[in-house]
C-alpha cells in the first residue's frame, strides 16, 4: 500500500504564485508516472500535469507556460509549481501515482484546496 500526502494549498490573489508537494510513502516498488489534477464544484476531474520517472512531462493546455511540474526520485515526492494563477484555477487538487509492482496499481492523495480570488 502507497500513501500520498499533499501539502501547500491555500488562499491566494490572482497572479500569485503557490507550490504543491505530495509525498509518497508506504510500500513502493517503483514509482513511474506521476501527477497531478484537480477537480473544481460542478466539474469532473482533470489532469494538470503528469511526469514519468525520467523526466517527460505533460500538461493540459490550459496550465502550459504557467504550472511546472517536478519530482525528487529518492524522497518519492511530486511538485507543482504554479504561477500566474487564475480564478479558473480554484480547484481542489490530487496528486497521483502509479506503482510498477506485480500490478499496475495507481493511487491518490486526499486533495488540497486551491482557491483563487479575484
Known amino acids: 500500500q502507497v500513501q500520498l500526502v499533499e501539502s501547500g494549498g491555500g488562499l491566494v490573489q490572482a497572479g500569485g504564485s503557490l507550490r504543491l508537494s505530495c509525498a509518497a510513502s508506504?510500500?513502493?516498488?517503483?514509482?513511474?508516472?506521476m501527477g497531478w489534477y484537480r477537480q473544481a464544484p460542478g466539474k469532473q476531474r482533470e489532469l494538470v500535469a503528469t511526469?514519468?520517472?525520467?523526466?517527460?512531462?505533460n500538461y493540459a493546455s490550459s496550465v502550459k507556460g504557467r504550472f511546472t511540474i517536478s519530482r525528487d526520485n529518492v524522497k518519492n515526492t511530486v511538485y507543482l509549481q504554479m504561477n500566474s494563477l487564475k480564478p479558473e484555477d480554484t480547484a481542489v487538487y490530487y496528486c497521483?501515482?502509479?506503482?510498477?509492482?506485480?500490478?499496475?496499481?495507481?493511487?491518490w492523495g486526499q486533495g488540497t484546496q486551491v482557491t483563487v480570488s479575484s
Open positions: 497521483n501515482a502509479d506503482d510498477y509492482g506485480s500490478a499496475v496499481i495507481s493511487y
Open positions: 508506504g510500500s513502493i516498488f517503483m514509482l513511474n508516472g
Open positions: 511526469i514519468t520517472k525520467y523526466g517527460s512531462t
